[in-house]
């Protein structure tokens, strides 16, 4: 109850191409779904973020479309470029019980933008 | 800027060593964690603190100890190093309304 499951693993996308990540949970509980980018030898960095009162969120060439009945969400990046190229991480968190907050994060998706 | 500071990027130690991390904030928050990060795993939670001497286990706590005596600081402490605590190590802070998180660069620990 308390997984969230990312695929793809890894992601091969050509530049100007829509990259696409999706991530999907059981606990309906959860009510916090941010999206973490990280670069090799970096830690991770929140990218965008949305709560279950809306179905999308778009900042940039980033968009999050958020599923609450399929209990599932997803990122999507248009126009994708090479320096996207990283890691991205979904995770959900809920403000309830001993957690506080705490984040539950996916296994990550490796994304390699070819240009 | 949230700024968020390990004590090393890169560490290596002998196996049965006794191992400092330390993480450093300049926030004020008072929630702080400590994750490891291993490939296909993805980031796995092994201690939280939500204020100074309180800690709390995360999901694999086993082998690893936390001390929080001032609020800027949540050190991470491995008693006896083993192989298969090799990983990439990230503390990260959250504070405020929200329940965004910050990460530290992360310290990639080798133990052979």
């Known amino acids: ?115 | 800027d949230v700024k968020v500071t390990q004590s090393s990027r890169y560490l290596v130690k002998r196996t049965g060593e006794k191992v400092f991390l330390e993480c450093v904030q300049d926030m004020d928050h008072e929630n702080m964690f400590w994750y490891r990060q291993d490939p296909g795993l993805g980031l796995r939670l092994i201690y939280f603190s939500y204020d100074v001497k309180m800690k709390e286990k995360g999901d694999i706590p086993e082998g690893y100890s936390v001390s929080r005596e001032k609020k800027e600081r949540f050190s991470l402490i491995l008693e006896s190093a083993s192989t298969n605590q090799t990983s990439m190590y990230l503390c990260a802070i959250r504070g405020g309304a929200g329940y965004e998180q910050y990460f530290g660069p992360g310290t990639r620990l080798t133990v052979t």
């Open chain 1, 1 to 115: 109850q308390q997984q969230v499951k990312q695929s793809p693993q890894s992601l091969i996308v050509q530049k100007g191409g829509i990259s696409i990540i999706n991530c999907a949970y059981e606990n309906t509980a959860f009510d916090y779904f941010p999206w973490y980018q990280q670069f090799p030898g970096k830690g991770p960095a929140l990218l965008i973020a949305i709560r279950p009162d809306v179905s999308e969120k778009k900042e940039g060439r980033f968009t999050i479309s958020f599923n609450k009945s399929a209990k599932q969400f997803s990122l999507h990046i248009m126009d994708s470029q090479p320096g996207d190229s990283a890691t991205y991480f979904c995770a959900a968190s809920m403000d309830s019980g001993g957690s506080q907050g705490n984040l539950i994060f996916g296994k990550g998706t490796k994304l390699s933008v070819k240009p």
